[in-house]
């Protein structure tokens, strides 16, 4: 069955410090993969995605991911965090051929000043 | 570009009526839209895949016949929670699919509509 697994519920981190949340996901094949970000009460904005090609994603707000096929995992980094970065993490995978997503039960982060 | 508004973004109903939530693609035409239920610090859930034109398709545990889903046109689907109870109270995200993106799945995200029965 096809699954995503954010192994850390919550992460805190001192404002400055590097950042990497963890995802693993179950699929048959290779798939769609997403990071999202939600902050209290609002909707969800995406940070990065990858379809294919070069393993190292970069995103948006100084976010990157890497995807390692033989790990089964997709791993969100950021070397430098700032305050504003405290929010709800979710990783998730597309279904290719169906457009469903799956998400992950999300990681919350918070960042100390 | 790629905007997805929902309409409204909160509202309170009372025990035993409906209520109506629009989805939005403003700039792109969606064929395919989906809707999302969200608890209160939980992941999101996939309620069902709407389809322009057709039928939704409901994922299995969402009783159809509460969460009625009309996706009548490229550029709106519309979610109705009938005779809503308290524990349909929960956050609804809708996304939508860019009919014009070829085989990339990426779906963009509503801001989300927070429904609380009272």
């Known amino acids: 069955a096809q699954s995503v697994t954010q192994p850390d519920i919550h992460i805190t981190v001192s404002e400055g410090a590097s950042l990497e949340l963890r995802c693993n996901y179950s699929?048959?094949?290779?798939?769609?993969l997403f990071w999202y970000v939600q902050s209290p009460g609002q909707g969800l904005q995406l940070l990065l995605k990858?379809?294919?090609?070069?393993?190292l994603v970069q995103g948006i707000k100084g976010f990157e991911a890497e995807f390692k096929r033989s790990q089964s995992s997709f791993n969100l980094r950021k070397p430098s965090v700032h305050w504003s970065d405290a929010a709800e993490y979710f990783c998730?995978?597309?279904?290719?051929?169906?457009?469903?997503?799956?998400f992950g039960t999300g990681t919350r982060l918070k960042v100390l000043a | 570009g790629a905007v997805v508004s929902q309409h409204p973004s909160r509202v309170i109903c009372k025990s035993g009526t409906s209520v109506k939530i629009e989805c939005r693609s403003l700039?792109?035409?969606?064929?395919?839209m989906f809707w999302y239920r969200q608890f209160p610090k939980q992941s999101l859930m996939l309620m069902a895949t709407?389809?322009?034109?057709?039928?939704?398709?409901?994922e299995q545990g969402v009783e159809k016949d509460k969460f009625l889903i009309n996706h009548a046109s490229l550029t709106l689907s519309t979610l109705t929670v009938t005779s809503a109870h308290p524990e349909d109270s929960s956050f609804y995200i809708c996304?939508?699919?860019?009919?014009?993106?070829?085989?990339?799945?990426?779906?963009?995200f509503g801001p989300g509509t927070r429904l609380t029965v009272t």
């Open positions: 996304s939508a699919r860019d009919s014009g993106s070829g085989i990339r799945d990426e779906q963009y």
């Open positions: 700039d792109f035409q969606a064929t395919t």
């Open positions: 990858y379809f294919s090609g070069d393993t």
């Open positions: 699929y048959g094949a290779t798939p769609y």
């Open positions: 709407s389809n322009e034109g057709s039928k939704a398709t409901y």
């Open positions: 998730a995978v597309g279904a290719v051929g169906t457009y469903k997503y799956i």
